[in-house]
C-alpha cells in the first residue's frame, strides 16, 4: 500500500500544498516549527480521521480560517482508494472514500494500515495507563473491526453505569439495573481482554528482537499486560465493589483500568531509562507493531518517522537504518531539520526517495 498524492489546504499551519510521493522514502526538510509533522499528521488523519496530536478537530483548522481539506489518493491492494477530509468551524466533518460518505468513522479504521513514531511517544512511558490503552487500542483496532466495536460498547455501558452510580448516591438503588450493566460489561470485556492478551503475547517475541539489534545487546526488556481481568469474571468484581463504586460515582474495576508495564534490566524504565535507552525502547515497541500488522495484514502498511534520530547514539541510528533499508518496509516517511545528517542516512538506506523543503508552512519538491 502507498499514498501516491495528497492535497491540503488550511490544515494547521500548511495553507495548501499538491505533493506527489516516491513509493518508497519522502523526507520533508526544514527548521523546527515549520510544519514537517503537519504533514506528517495530515498523512496520519487520513488513516485515523484524526489528528495524532490534537483531541479537537478545530486544532487542525489554520489560524484565521473557518475550513479544511484534506484527500490522498492512495493504491491499495492494487487499487485506487481516493480518501477526503473536509471541516468546517462549528460543523461536523465530511469524511468520504471514493466519493462516497462514511456512516460510521469507525468503518474506516483499519483500511489504510499505519505506523507513526514520534517524539510524543514519551506519553506512553510518562503518563497515565490511559495513554498505554490507547495504544492497544489504536493497534488492534487497525486489524480486528470487532475489536473495536467491542470496545466502544464496552465505553458505552461504562459511561451508563456510571451515571448511574452518581444519579443514586444517597438514596436506595435498583440493583436490578447494574446486574444487567454489569453482565454485559463482563461479556465485552472478556472479549477484549482476550484480544490484548494475544496481541502482547505475539508483539513481545519481535520486541524483543528489534530491541536487541537496534540497541546491541546492551539491556534487557520486558512488557508487561496487567488487567483486573486476571482476577477472574469482572461482572462478580463488580459485585464485591458495588458499594465503593457507589461512594466514589464511577465503575473502580475492568479493562478501562488495564496498563502496560514498560520494563528496562529488570525496573519501571520511567524510573529507570535514559533519553536515549527510552527512545530506543519506543521505536522499538513501534517497529514491532509494524512488523506485527504487516503480518496481520499481508501488506506493509505507511511507516511515518518524525525527527527519530534525535537523541541517538551513531550506533542506534546505523542499526535502525538497517532495519528501514530491508524490503519489507513499505512506504516511508522521514521528517529532519538537517539535510546533511539525512543525505549521509538515505546513502546507506540505498532506497528510492524524494526530498521535500518545508519553509513556513510552504512545501517545495527537491527531486533527489
Not at 513514531?117 to 495507563?129: F, H, I, K, R, Y
Not at 470496545?151 to 444487567?180: C, H, M, W
Not at 537496534?214 to 534487557?220: A, D, F, M, R, T
Not at 524504565?269 to 495484514?297: C, D, H, M, P, W
Amino acid at each position: 500500500m502507498r499514498l501516491n498524492r495528497l492535497s491540503l489546504l488550511n490544515f494547521k499551519n500548511i495553507e495548501q500544498a499538491e505533493l506527489e510521493f516516491s513509493p518508497k522514502i519522502n523526507c520533508f526538510i526544514g527548521n523546527n516549527g515549520v510544519g514537517k509533522t503537519n504533514l506528517l499528521d495530515a498523512i496520519y488523519y487520513l488513516s485515523f480521521c484524526k489528528s495524532y496530536f490534537n483531541t479537537s478537530d478545530s486544532h487542525t483548522l489554520k489560524h484565521n480560517e473557518d475550513m479544511m481539506l484534506v484527500k490522498g489518493v492512495y493504491q491499495r491492494l492494487e487499487k485506487d482508494e481516493l480518501i477526503y477530509c473536509g471541516l468546517r468551524a462549528r460543523q461536523k466533518k465530511q469524511f468520504k472514500r471514493n466519493d462516497k460518505e462514511y456512516t460510521k468513522l469507525s468503518d474506516h479504521i483499519g483500511l489504510l494500515p499505519l505506523v507513526m513514531v514520534s517524539p510524543a511517544d514519551t506519553q506512553l512511558v510518562t503518563e497515565g495507563s490511559e495513554e498505554r490503552r490507547k495504544y492497544m487500542n489504536g493497534v488492534i483496532s487497525q486489524y480486528d473491526q470487532q475489536y473495536l466495536q467491542t470496545v466502544i460498547r464496552y465505553n458505552r455501558i461504562l459511561a451508563q453505569r456510571n451515571a448511574l452510580l452518581k444519579s443514586v448516591q444517597g438514596r436506595a438503588a435498583d440493583p436490578t439495573l447494574f446486574e444487567i450493566l454489569d453482565e454485559q460489561l463482563s461479556t465485552f470485556a472478556a472479549v477484549i481482554h482476550q484480544k490484548r492478551m494475544q496481541f502482547i503475547e505475539d508483539l513481545l517475541p519481535v520486541f524483543n528482537e528489534l530491541y536487541a539489534f537496534i540497541s546491541g545487546n546492551q539491556e534487557v526488556i520486558d512488557l508487561m499486560y496487567k488487567s483486573d481481568m486476571e482476577n477472574g469474571q469482572l461482572a462478580q468484581q463488580l459485585r464485591a465493589t458495588y458499594e465503593k463504586d457507589l461512594a466514589l460515582g464511577y465503575t473502580t474495576k475492568g479493562i478501562h483500568k488495564d496498563d502496560l508495564i514498560f520494563k528496562l534490566n529488570g525496573f519501571p524504565i520511567k524510573r529507570e531509562g535514559s533519553q536515549g535507552q527510552r527512545k530506543t525502547y519506543l521505536i522499538s515497541l513501534k517497529l514491532a507493531q509494524y512488523a506485527f500488522i504487516r503480518k496481520v495484514n499481508r501488506f506493509a502498511p505507511i511507516l511515518l518517522l518524525d525527527d527519530v534520530f534525535d537523541k541517538l547514539d551513531a550506533s542506534r541510528v546505523e542499526q535502525i537504518v538497517k532495519l528501514v533499508s530491508d524490503e519489507a518496509y513499505g512506504q516511508i516517511f522521514i521528517t529532519d531539520t538537517n539535510r546533511e545528517h539525512l543525505s549521509d542516512i538515505l546513502e546507506k538506506i540505498e532506497r528510492e526517495y524524494r526530498i521535500f523543503n518545508v519553509v513556513n508552512g510552504a512545501v517545495h519538491s527537491n527531486e533527489s
